[in-house]
T-cell receptor
Framework: ETGVTQTPRHLVMGMTNKKSLKCEQH?????MYWYKQSAKKPLELMFV???????ENNSVPSRFSPECPNSSHLFLHLHTLQPEDSALYLC???????????FGNGTRLTVT | QKEVEQDPGPLSVPEGAIVSLNCTYS??????FMWYRQYSRKGPELLMY????GNKEDGRFTAQVDKSSKYISLFIRDSQPSDSATYLC????????????FGKGTKLSVKP
């Protein structure tokens, strides 16, 4: 098990559903990230939080809503998604913004 | 031109072979260069991390950066079946090392 835990591992949801992805890091890091990994595309940064404050939103559609209640937990709330949102969603953390990322194993999301 | 280009492969080699994985990039401002390894159904894990030009060696792995050519390489000596994974190059953009731009990844298979 890595120091970054993501739940659930797999999620299937309809386009009208609302669901949330959860990430927890046990590494004492202060920065947390959401990345999206789609087939045949590079990893794409979605959001960055530093000390619970959002520092980056990479032009992500509003149907994705992040929440960072503390430096150890990060959520991604999903609603009215599209089939093209199906992907692997990866959470990562780092000690501070100027240090390498530690990734979780991701949530495989399928939107039907 | 994309910011980071990486041949997706797949690349198949026999056990014991020397493997060369490469990325090119377009932004001459990039200073830090990373290689991540991603096993199937897992998140990426940091493998090598170099600053500016030159070589860095860690066991069977050597990372090489040629800033004049905007070209980075990862060499794996005496490749093992356990090296079978997707290898992703990444570079931080902006002032944050957490805001990484990734290549698409090269899928490597080492056959016993």
């Amino acid at each position: 098990e890595t120091g970054v835990t993501q739940t659930p591992r797999h999620l299937v949801m309809g386009m009208t559903n609302k669901k949330s992805l959860k990430c927890e890091q046990h590494l004492g890091h202060n920065a947390m990230y959401w990345y999206k990994q789609s087939a045949k595309k590079p990893l794409e940064l979605m959001f960055v939080y530093n000390f619970k404050e959002q520092t980056e939103n990479n032009s992500v559609p509003s149907r994705f809503s992040p929440e960072c209640p503390n430096s150890s937990h990060l959520f991604l709330h999903l609603h009215t998604l599209q089939p093209e949102d199906s992907a692997l969603y990866l959470c990562a953390s780092s000690q501070v913004l100027q240090s390498p990322l530690h990734f979780g194993n991701g949530t495989r999301l399928t939107v039907t | 031109q994309k910011e980071v280009e990486q041949d997706p492969g797949p690349l198949s080699v026999p056990e014991g072979a020397i493997v060369s994985l490469n990325c090119t990039y377009s932004n001459s401002a990039f200073q830090y260069f990373m290689w991540y390894r991603q096993y199937s159904r897992k998140g990426p894990e940091l493998l090598m991390y170099t600053y500016s030009s030159g070589n860095k060696e860690d066991g069977r792995f050597t990372a090489q950066v040629d800033k004049s050519s905007k070209y980075i390489s990862l060499f794996i000596r005496d490749s093992q079946p356990s090296d079978s994974a997707t290898y992703l190059c990444a570079m931080p953009q902006g002032g944050s090392q957490g805001n990484l731009i990734f290549g698409k990844g090269t899928k490597l298979s080492v056959k016993p």
